[in-house]
């Protein structure tokens, strides 16, 4: 049903991610702040020192220069869609000189390749920015953007007024939990338990962000991880059950813990979406969505082009758009915008409890 929907939608040439309707005259799109790991990375690696880093091609391949940017894509990355969407531009990596100026006034972006949920996640990846500094991060950005809009208050009612995307937890399983050969948390915990402690770690990083004004929050469940072709390399090339569950097991806390958090607060202060669905609808029928593969990389080497990180000496197919994956653990520019559609327009079971578009709607500058 999903594939039928999308699939119309690009018959009758729609694209991808359209507001509804023109905004309004005087219309300022709300800040877009970003936290989370490589899927809302938009180039804060490209300054660390670390292994995790998109700045060289064929990163960025399909993007108006052809040159990498940091993304984790051929081209766009879902903050990039989200921005399209609020008719604004993407916010700047927090760690760019760029981010001055009447450019603070687009948001910014927090975002880490490699970061996960717990600080223990990532640590073979080297300095990226972990969660902790991140929020640390966003406090500096209210004082520059207070600096730019005449005050702490201006800054706050903006901040009230954003949207907040948190996409983090796939690395707390693969790079962490599920790391082979050997995983300190996995003899430490059983899955159940391991997803306990990352809801619970996540929400005190959301009531934070609230604390500091957060009021409207999309938070992205981990990716179907068990199906990339990194661990369809290293796993017989069958989307691995064991992680199949941890992933729904962690996707449905996620929404147990954001109900929860709503109610406490009395109001959506977050929605929660996650990809699993949709991920299954694309490999049932990759040809609604117009893809021919679904498990092999794009760019990268060995098995489902899975094994290592994509560079200027990987496999590089011609045909982006017709994958699903660009490298061994991050969809393609044409998938991503799937996703990001299925946000905003709330297809089943993707959005809980209301898509994107709603809960823009709602007037909530508490
Ligand atoms: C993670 O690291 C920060 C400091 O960077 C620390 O304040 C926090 O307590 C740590 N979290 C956990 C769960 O250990």
């Known amino acids: 049903m999903v594939g039928l929907v999308v699939g119309l939608a690009i018959l009758l040439g729609c694209s991808l991610v359209d507001r509804v309707g023109a905004p309004d005259p005087g219309y300022v799109p709300p800040l877009l702040l970003v936290f989370g790991g490589s899927r809302g990375d938009s180039g804060n690696n490209n300054y660390l020192d670390t292994t995790v880093k998109a700045d060289s091609p064929p990163y960025g391949i399909d993007s108006p220069t052809g040159q990498p940017t940091g993304r984790f894509s051929n081209y766009r990355n879902l903050p990039d869609f989200l921005s399209t969407y609020l008719d604004s531009e993407p916010p700047s990596p927090y760690l760019s000189p760029q981010l001055n100026g009447e450019r603070l006034l687009y948001g910014a972006n927090f975002a880490s390749g490699g970061a996960g949920i717990l600080n223990d996640t990532g640590v073979q990846q080297g300095n990226i920015i972990r969660i902790p500094k991140q929020l640390l991060a966003f406090q500096q950005y209210k004082k520059k953007l207070a600096a730019v809009v005449g005050g702490t208050k201006q800054a706050e009612q903006l901040v009230n ?5 948190f996409a983090v937890g796939s690395a707390d399983f693969t790079d962490n939990y599920f790391s082979p050969p050997f995983s300190a948390r996995a003899s430490q915990y059983t899955v159940p338990e391991f997803v306990d402690l990352l809801i619970s ?45 941890a992933a ?9 813990m954001v109900q929860q958090l709503n109610d406490r607060f009395g109001y ?27 498990k092999e990389a ?27 994956f660009w490298d061994s653990i991050h969809t393609t520019d ?20 209301m898509n994107l578009n709603s809960m823009l709607a709602l007037k909530q500058d508490i």
């Open 298 to 324: 794009c760019c990268g080497q060995g098995p489902y082009n899975g094994l290592g990180q994509c560079t200027p000496a990987s496999n590089l197919c011609p045909n982006r758009d017709e994958f699903l």
């Open 248 to 256: 729904s097991l962690f996707n449905s806390q996620l929404n147990r």
């Open 334 to 353: 044409r998938a991503t915008g799937f996703f990001a559609e299925s946000i905003l327009t709330g297809s089943a079971d993707v959005v809980f409890p």
């Open 201 to 245: 770690e996540l929400s005190k990083y959301l009531l934070r962000l609230n604390e500091l004004g957060a009021r409207r929050m999309l938070v992205i469940g981990t990716s179907p991880f068990a199906c990339w072709p990194a661990q369809l390399a290293t796993r017989g090339g069958e989307c691995d059950p064991e992680l199949q569950n």
């Open 268 to 294: 959506v202060f977050a929605v929660v979406a996650n990809s699993a669905a949709l991920a299954i609808d694309i490999r049932n029928n990759p040809g609604a969505y117009g893809f021919i593969e679904t």
């Open 161 to 165: 007024k954003g949207l907040f995307l």
